[in-house]
């Protein structure tokens, strides 16, 4: 955390980055100015009338300061999480290769991760089928139950590291290479009873769509990677799958190369319950893994989204379904309930929705 508190430093102010201040004049001592009250009437009004540009400066600063990016994790701190909530959002458009921003009909949605939209997904009340009845878009949805982001090995092995293979980018890279067309059911034989029940049906739903109608694609996990203790991000290695990060923008990075007309969208993870050993349920916030607690989970996935990859982020841990509101949209200590998922869809939707025509829409 110490380069939080560093850029928090840096954005404070203090002597050194002040504007320089007027001479001071001494207007009671004995000076020419006493014999010359007009003069004297001039140089206190010009006084005034440099404090009043140099006011005027620092609003119009302000102003134009307005709407601009900040990096939150630069100046939250655990008493102003609930303050600065809201702002965790970041909606960003589609931009051509000149940073025009495109115009966009939303035909076709892509969607990527595991529970959220996994979670019964051939019922109506799914979360994948209520984006489509929201949106009238063909949703083609390549979650998988029990999966996570992070990967356990760079590479995939069907024997050793076998749910590695669901990861987006893994379903993505063997799906669309002809040469791998078996390698689902080699991991779910190497899975056995333990391969999740819809880890073919990920592959075939990519399979059966043309990458070049995907409008939207939307990566979506909960906290499963902090409970599995799976590092968060590696220095300055923001492409390296098996880190919670690294693994997003390998995903992200490998579609917009070879489709660069497709927006992403990153939903964040939303609030989880700890479980003890007896059951019960404590605030995971409260319990570091290995590598952080879960809103550095959460807020990496912010950074690298606005700041590398570019791309829109809803906050789903601090806004969406957070620590005061959990037990209302949650089944257990994780999985969303239908409150929950008619929540989501709304978040979703309106960020899909904000640049139709190209142009904001009000709320």
């Known amino acids: 955390m110490a380069d939080q508190r560093d850029r928090k430093k840096k954005n404070q102010t203090t002597e050194e980055n002040l504007p320089e201040g007027l001479d001071m004049i001494d207007l009671e001592g004995e000076t020419e100015a006493e014999a010359e009250p007009l003069r004297h009437f001039n140089v206190f009004h010009l006084i ?20 601009s990016f900040v990096d ?15 702002s965790f959002d970041n909606i960003m458009p589609l931009l051509d290769a000149d940073g025009y921003l495109v115009k966009q009909e939303v035909d076709t949605i892509l969607l990527f991760g595991n529970s959220p939209f996994a979670d019964d997904r ?6 994948a089928n209520l984006i489509a009845k929201k949106t009238g878009a063909r949703v083609i949805n390549c979650a998988v139950t029990g999966s996570y982001q992070a990967a356990t090995e760079e590479r995939v092995y069907p024997k050793i590291n076998s749910m590695d293979a669901f990861i987006p980018y893994w379903i993505i890279m063997n799906a669309l290479d002809g040469t791998t067309a078996q390698f689902p059911a080699e991991v779910e034989e190497a899975l056995g009873d333990a391969a999740p029940p819809d880890g073919q049906l990920a592959y075939d739903n990519l399979m059966s769509v043309d990458l070049n109608d995907v409008d939207v694609c939307v990566i979506f996990y909960d906290l499963t990677d902090y409970f599995l203790d799976r590092p968060i991000h590696y220095d300055n290695d923001f492409q390296n799958p098996t880190s919670y990060v690294g693994s997003l923008g390998d995903t992200v990075v490998l579609l917009r190369v070879y489709y660069p007309n497709i927006r992403f969208i990153v939903m964040g993870p939303t609030y989880a319950y700890y479980v003890e ?10 319990r570091s893994n290995s590598y952080g607690k879960p809103s550095d989970y959460a807020l990496w996935e912010y950074s690298v989204s606005a700041d590398r990859l570019g791309v829109s982020y809803v906050d789903n841990y601090f806004h969406s ?5 959990a037990s209302e949209y949650l089944t257990d200590n994780i999985h969303i309930n239908q409150k929950g998922r008619e929540l989501l869809a709304d978040r979703l939707v309106y960020f899909i929705n904000y640049y139709r025509d190209g142009i904001p829409q009000e709320d």
């Open 48 to 67: 005034f009338l440099a404090l009043f540009v140099l006011i005027v400066g620092v609003i119009v600063i302000r102003i134009r300061q307005t709407g």
């Open 72 to 86: 939150l994790r630069s100046v939250i701190t655990g008493e102003e999480e609930e303050v600065a909530a809201d």
């Open 122 to 127: 051939d019922s109506e009340d799914g979360l």
């Open 277 to 286: 050993e007896d059951g019960s349920y404590s605030d995971a916030e409260l």
């Open 321 to 325: 379904i957070n620590c005061n509101n």
